[in-house]
């Protein structure tokens, strides 16, 4: 949980003062459609903290790549998740991920880390591993969570959802500028296809694919920058604690 000190820093300074009622928002969507840096600016706003279902997905990831687990072999990596403790450690400038007590926030974000992880979301039993580890982490509220089945799986019953999706066109570009690849076609196009195939595997994995729920409040991103992204966002997440305080 996140200290005491910097909750009560944040706490009343936003959209907080509307409700001191601790809520789950859920935060769905494709990759590439901004979900990480909303999710991060929406739980500093509200004094909330970030659950990061990809965070503990790469972290699962890096260690079956650490020893030498295949990546196709959900028993195995479902015994290795069983085997791991990951922690999702909040600070001001966002989340430290400790990964049996070692710091790994960095090494998670290499794209080697987001293919394993992606590879190891698909396999059933190591998803309902996760979603129980989530739960417990949620269960009483204050939390804001992203990912591609928050609301649908995770927190079927959250407060507040939203999906939030851009034309693919859009999130390859996204993507592409990010990872600083826009003078090198090659690594472009590589990038590019990862994320096809992100969307293929997310879309039609057997066990909770990527949808919306069904009262999820859209935003779509394609011509919005964050900035708008996030004043839409924030002024759903005010307009939900204003109606729940009110009731």
């Known amino acids: ?16 003062s509307q409700s001191s009622r601790k809520v789950v928002i859920a935060i769905d969507g494709p990759a590439g459609a901004g979900k990480s840096t909303i999710a991060s600016r929406l739980a500093k706003a509200l004094g909330y903290v970030n659950l990061e279902s990809g965070a503990m ?9 650490e020893t030498g687990i295949f990546l196709g072999d959900g028993a195995a990596l479902l015994e290795l998740a069983r085997r791991s403790k990951i922690e999702l450690e909040p600070t001001p400038e966002g989340n430290r991920v400790l990964l049996d007590g070692r710091d790994v926030s960095t090494r998670i974000r290499e794209r080697d880390v ?31 969570m992203e990912g591609r089945d928050i609301g649908t799986v995770v927190f079927p019953n959250a407060e507040i959802k939203i999906f939030l999706d851009a034309d ?4 390859e570009r996204r ?13 472009a ?26 009262d999820a409040i859209h935003i779509d991103s394609s011509s919005m920058s964050i900035e708008q992204v996030i004043a839409r966002a924030e002024q759903i997440v005010t307009e ?3 109606n729940q305080a009110a009731v």
């Open 114 to 144: 987001t293919d394993a992880a992606s590879r190891a979301s698909t396999h059933p039993g190591v998803r309902e591993w996760m979603v129980e580890r989530q739960r417990e982490m949620g269960a009483n509220g204050g939390v804001i």
């Open 189 to 214: 196009e590589k990038l590019k296809q990862d994320l096809r195939e992100r969307d293929r595997r997310d879309s039609t994995r057997a066990v909770a694919p990527l949808r919306p729920a069904e």
């Open 175 to 187: 993507r592409v500028e990010q990872a600083h690849a826009q003078d090198d076609p090659a690594q």
């Open 168 to 171: 693919p066109n859009i999130r």
């Open 240 to 242: 939900k604690l204003g």
């Open 1 to 16: 949980m996140a200290e005491p000190g910097w909750r009560q820093q944040l706490h009343g300074k936003g959209i907080m």
């Open 57 to 65: 997905y790469r972290a699962l990831g890096l260690k079956a790549l």
